[in-house]
């Protein structure tokens, strides 16, 4: 089985700091992309940053120049640096992961998207 672990969410000021983190663990062959997705109360979730394996990122216009995201591959993990948070991105976080694994010894490496649990990100103006 695998699992993605999330910690760091919580309650900070505007124009502060929070580092998430998200860590897969698990019987897997390796892992693709991870990202960091975000859902406010009554939106849609929408893509926060990604980054491949190779360390090619992608983010959201609303969060360039304040969020990076980074990872470890050795480690399976993947992190979200956010700085100059604001009230309106206070969101549930959600890890994604894109994993390749097989179910059986005798079955072949498929891709599967994995998510984390979430983690709460409240930001107070």
């Known amino acids: 089985q695998v699992q993605l672990v999330e910690s760091g969410g919580g309650l900070v000021q505007a124009g502060g700091s929070l580092r998430l983190s998200c860590a897969a663990s698990?019987?897997?062959?390796?892992?693709?992309?991870m990202g960091w997705y975000r859902q406010a109360p009554g939106k849609q979730r929408e893509l926060v940053a990604t980054?491949?394996?190779?360390?090619?990122?992608t983010y959201a216009d609303s969060v360039k120049g304040r969020f990076t995201i980074t990872r470890d591959n050795a480690k399976n993990t993947v992190y979200l640096q956010m700085n100059i948070l604001k009230p309106e991105d206070t969101a549930v976080y959600f890890c994604?992961?894109?994993?390749?694994?097989?179910?059986?010894?005798?079955?072949?490496?498929?891709?599967?998207?994995?998510w984390g649990q979430g983690t709460q990100v409240t930001v107070s103006s």
């Open positions: 994604k992961a894109e994993i390749l694994r097989r179910v059986a010894d005798s079955a072949p490496y498929l891709q599967y998207n994995y």
């Open positions: 980054m491949t394996r190779s360390g090619s990122t």
């Open positions: 698990g019987s897997f062959c390796s892992i693709n992309d």
